[in-house]
Each structure stands twice: as C-alpha cells, then as structure tokens.
C-alpha cells in the first residue's frame, strides 16, 4: 500500500513558465515532507521541506505548499528553467517512528523545454 | 568527503554469489540510512543506524540481508546468496542526527547492482 503517492510520472513545461508538482498522502501521522530531485546516475539532492505545522515554505525559486485537511502538497518552480529538468520525488516523514525513515513516492519527471 | 560516498558505483554479479556494498557518510553524521530503488519504483527504506546501531531493521527485506556500521562511521550492506530481484540502485544517505525530523538526508549516488 503507497503511503505516498505521484501520480503524474511525468510533466513537460516551457521555459519560464511555472512548474508545480504534486504529491499525496495516506498517513495523517506524517509530520514532516521533502521534495528531492534527481539527476541520472546521480543520488537525490534535498530540496526543499516543510514541517506539518506549516502551510507553505518558500526558497529562492522553489515552494512547496501542504494542505494538510486534503492530505496534498505541491512544489512550485518558478521560473522553470532548463536545467530543472529531472525526476523528482515527494518524501514523508513520520518522526514518532523513531528512525525518521523517509517514505517515498515514485517520482515525477520534469522536462524544461527550452 | 564532502558527500557520501558510495563504492563501487557499479555492480555486477551471478546469481548465488554474495555482495558488499559499502558507504562512507558526511563526517559528524551520525545517522545514517541505507535504501533502495528498484526499476520504476520510489525508494524504499532498508535500515536505519544511529551511530554502530541499528534500531530500526524493518525494510531489509529478507534474511540475506544485513548491514553493519563500524566507529560510528563507514557502513556495509551484505547481500548473500543474491537473487535477481535483488537487482536495484542501493542508496546511502546519512543526516546530522537522526533524533530530528528537519534534518534533510544527504544522498550518496549509489551502487546498481546487476544479478545476471
């Protein structure tokens, strides 16, 4: 059973315009989620996170907000560039588990067209 | 290093035989954790080491599975016997302490491994 869901396996966006990518999960009990991108042949790079206190976190050109009631959230790019352009994967974070394991989703993958 | 370090990056094996895939975390982490991604799939959690400890072993997902981690640093993860489901990237990733939940994961760029 995925806890942690990406149901676009991929999306393809002009350059400039907006990217969002979204992610759903089961787990109320999550308390903690991360957006990864991943390059090929290469291990995911941390991104961005937001705690479930939280409904949005911005950093430079990437945010990421949580509607907790709707079990969602979503990464917005903006402006997409070029070398935006890789998989990117949704993480979840349950910290009563006592490993803050992380739990993923299968990954979105974004290509930025020039 | 400045990263995780993973070795080797590449792996190719028969059926049968027996691998070791090693890591080397970002030096003062003391969390780290070992994951995998199979063609297709998300990654998916094998074991979790708070310093040479393992309190969480819940993802290995058989037997032929086990991982060590030595002076809190450099970690080992032992297949035995490889089957060729087995067959997947195997990802490292260490965080400054596993005690807190804002502490991203770094991520080594892992070893594939091919049981033919």
């Known amino acids: 059973d995925q806890q942690v869901k990406q149901n676009s396996p991929s999306l393809s966006v002009q350059e400039g315009r907006i990217s969002i990518l979204n992610c759903d999960y089961t787990?109320?009990?999550?308390?903690?989620f991360l957006w990864y991108k991943k390059y090929p042949a290469e291990g995911p790079t941390f991104l961005i996170s937001?705690?479930?206190?939280?409904d949005k976190n911005e950093d430079g050109r990437f945010t990421v907000f949580l509607n907790k009631s709707a079990k969602h959230l979503s990464l917005h790019i903006v402006p997409s560039q070029p070398g935006d352009s890789a998989v990117y994967f949704c993480?979840?974070?349950?910290?009563?588990?006592?490993?803050?394991?992380?739990?993923f989703g299968k990954g979105t993958k974004l290509s930025v067209i020039p | 290093g400045a990263g995780v370090s993973q070795s080797p990056s590449n792996k190719v094996t028969e059926k049968g035989k027996d691998v070791e895939l090693r890591c080397d975390p970002i030096s003062g982490h003391t969390a780290l954790y070992w994951y995998r991604q199979s063609l297709g799939q998300g990654l998916e959690f094998l074991i979790y080491?708070?310093?040479?400890?393992?309190?969480?072993k819940s993802g290995l997902p058989s037997d032929r599975f086990s991982a060590e981690r030595t002076g809190g640093s450099v970690s080992t993860l032992t297949i035995q016997r490889t089957q060729q489901e087995d067959s997947a990237v195997y990802l490292c990733?260490?965080?400054?302490?596993?005690?807190?939940?804002?502490?991203?994961?770094?991520f080594g760029d892992g070893t594939r491994l091919s049981i033919l």
């Open positions: 787990n109320s009990m999550f308390d903690y």
């Open positions: 993480a979840a974070c349950l910290s009563g588990a006592g490993s803050y394991q992380l739990t």
């Open positions: 990733a260490s965080s400054l302490s596993g005690q807190y939940s804002n502490q991203p994961q770094h």
């Open positions: 080491f708070q310093g040479n400890s393992a309190p969480d």
């Open positions: 937001i705690s479930s206190i939280k």
